[in-house]
């Protein structure tokens, strides 16, 4: 399990399913714009394959739940 899978499945049973995805969708566009943005320690090269790591990983789980038959 990944260290985002491990957040998002903490917030799924602490805030429901909806709050979690709504926590991924913000995560997801702040992270995209911090690696984006020169002046974000995000986009430097130490730290940018972390936050694209997380970023994959949230589009993945994002998608799991838009094929999900309960979505």
């Not at 709050?19 to 943005?37: G, K, P």
């Amino acid at each position: 399990m990944t260290h985002e899978q491990e957040r998002i499945d903490f917030l799924v049973r602490r805030d429901g399913p909806a709050e979690a995805r709504a926590w991924v969708e913000r995560t997801l566009h702040m992270y995209r714009d911090a690696v984006n943005t020169p002046l974000s320690h995000a986009s430097l090269p130490e730290y940018r394959p972390r936050f694209e790591q997380a970023i994959d990983e949230f589009q993945i789980w994002l998608a799991a739940q838009d094929q999900s038959p309960c979505a």
